[in-house]
T-cell receptor, first 113, second 116 residues
C-alpha cells in the first residue's frame, strides 16, 4: 500500500518569499504524483502532476515540483509567493494503472502582506 | 458549470438517522470516486465505480455505508444509522478511464456532514 508524508503542517510566509513544501511517498512500484490545492471555501483543484518524462514539472500560477526518484520525493516550489497563494496544499500519489489517490495530511500555507 | 457537482453541500443530522448524498460527475467521465476528509487530514479513499460497476471498496467503508451508480452517471452514497464519527467532508471525484496508465481525478465541492 502506498503512503504519503507531508512534513510541514503549517507554513507562514511573507509575500515575495520563496516556498518549498516537502512530500515523500512510500510505494514499491511506479507512481503518478500530484499536488492539489484547496483555496478557502473552494474545492480541491489540481495544481500540477507528474506521470513520466522530465522530473521537473510546471503547474499553474508559477508553481513547480521536482520528482526525485531516489529520494521518493515530490517537493512543491514557488520562487515568490503571493497573498492569494494562501491555501491548503495536498500531495497525492497513485500507483501507475491504479485508481485510488492516497493523500498526505496537507500543508496549510498562510501568506502575509 | 461542467465540473463535478455534489448535493447537498451541508447536512446536519441526528445520530441514528440515515443520510444520502448525491454526486454528478463530469458528463463524459466514466469513473467516479468517493473520498472522506476529516479535520486535519487529507482525503481518504472510500470506493470507486467504473460506469455502474463498483470495483473497489476501502475497509473504511463499513456495512452502514452503501454507494450506487445505477445508470453509470450520477452516484449516491448512503450512510445508515449515522454515528458522530461519521462527521466529515464527503468528496466525490470523477475521471475518464485512460487508454494509458494515467488517471487524473477532478473533485467536487464536497458534502459536509455533521452528526449531532
Amino acid at each position: 500500500a502506498q503512503s504519503v508524508s507531508q512534513h510541514n503542517h503549517h507554513v507562514i510566509l511573507s509575500e515575495a518569499a520563496s516556498l518549498e513544501l516537502g512530500c515523500n511517498y512510500s510505494y514499491g512500484g511506479t507512481v503518478n504524483l500530484f499536488w492539489y490545492v484547496q483555496y478557502p471555501g473552494q474545492h480541491l483543484q489540481l495544481l500540477l502532476k507528474y506521470f513520466s518524462g522530465d522530473p521537473l514539472v510546471k503547474g499553474i500560477k508559477g508553481f513547480e515540483a521536482e520528482f526525485i526518484k531516489s529520494k521518493f520525493s515530490f517537493n512543491l516550489r514557488k520562487p515568490s509567493v503571493q497573498w492569494s497563494d494562501t491555501a491548503e496544499y495536498f500531495c497525492a500519489v497513485n500507483a501507475r494503472g491504479g485508481n485510488k489517490l492516497t493523500f498526505g495530511t496537507g500543508t496549510q500555507l498562510k501568506v502575509e502582506l | 458549470d461542467t465540473g463535478v457537482s455534489q448535493d447537498p453541500r451541508h447536512k446536519i443530522t441526528k445520530r441514528g438517522q440515515n443520510v444520502t448524498f448525491r454526486c454528478d460527475p463530469i458528463s463524459e467521465h466514466n469513473r467516479l470516486y468517493w473520498y472522506r476528509q476529516t479535520l486535519g487530514q487529507g482525503p481518504e479513499f472510500l470506493t470507486y465505480f467504473q460506469n455502474e460497476a463498483q470495483l473497489e471498496k476501502s475497509r473504511l467503508l463499513s456495512d452502514r455505508f452503501s454507494a450506487e451508480r445505477p445508470k453509470g452517471s450520477f452516484s449516491t452514497l448512503e450512510i445508515q444509522r449515522t454515528e458522530q464519527g461519521d462527521s466529515a467532508m464527503y468528496l466525490c471525484a470523477s475521471s475518464l478511464a485512460p487508454t494509458s496508465e494515467y488517471n487524473e481525478q477532478f473533485f467536487g465541492p464536497g458534502t459536509r456532514l455533521t452528526v449531532l
